[in-house]
């Protein structure tokens, strides 16, 4: 494991890196004794006021801590960071080196790493849209310590804005190891849901163009009058019915990982390493509860996602190979 981590730590000699004016944070505090009203600070550091916040890592017997620092990367443009800052940050979190190699490969999914024998801190790493999410969690002062790596796909939705809101919503389970997971988790299935419906969508609108669908079968097809713009319409459609089938593709990965992240919190126990077990046996009942309620709403949308490809399945069929009608039509035209 040892080579794994020192070749992954090489890699951030061939990343750019760039420095930047202004890094975001996050930093929630609660009390062990009563954990009802956690603070949540939104921060904002020069490079110099980011180190400052990072080393004072003053741990309080009584308190639960989360620190989160927002960098942006881009596999290809790499980082709007220094290179010291980045590190500075890295071995200070002590986030495991071979998570380097993950997110530089845009490793997909949720994944929790060995911990060292030399440290109690557990390590955590998940890719969702938009983001990496790289954290350690120490069950005996029960803190996490998190960077969160934004990247934004020309055209696509910001991800960062619904997982602050949710971080914020649920910080009452902050001193869960997997609390992190879950709020990245419910902004996903958020996501997911919505484009879903906006695929259903483009997929009805294309079988009431081509009335080869179930719902539209008893309803007569309007003549054709021009064969230039109908055989466009139909390379259209081709093209829609395939942009469906590669968003469902990506969105089957999305609840693959959100699946593994409900599945790891049903069976974490957090009892036996805390200092008080009376406020983390609370937060996990409560996570618990949480995934309990999103274990089968995912698998049903595993099944609805399923049911729009075959009908996207469908329809890519039928605008590649017309039925005979269709095509004398054309012809005559």
Known sequence: MNELRAEAEQLLGDLPFESCDQYEAIQITSSQKDNANPTFEDKTFNEAGLRAFIDDSLLHPDTITLKLVRMHYHPRGGFKSSLSIFQHVWHSFGLDPYMIYMFHHNVPGFHQLSASPSSPLQQFY??????????TYDPLNVSTNAILLSHRSPGGRASYPGFHARLKRYRTLVGH?????????????VYVDSFLREQSNRVNEMEKHTGFSHFHIHKPRPQMEDAGAELARLSDLSRSAGSVLVGLADMIEHLHCSSTVVEAILNSSLIGDAQ??????????????????????????????????????????VVWFPPIHWINQLNSS
Request: aromatic content about 10%.
């Open 276 to 317: 008080r077990v009376d406020i983390m046996t609370g937060s996990e009942r409560d996570m618990k509860s949480i995934a309990s309620v999103l274990g089968p709403q995912l698998k049903e949308t595993f099944r609805h996602v399923e049911y729009i490809r075959e009908r996207a399945k469908n329809h890519l069929t």
């Open 126 to 135: 998940v890719n969702y849209k938009g983001h990496w999410l790289l954290w």
């Open 177 to 189: 190891s997997l609390f992190l997971a879950l709020a990245t988790t419910l902004n996903q299935i």
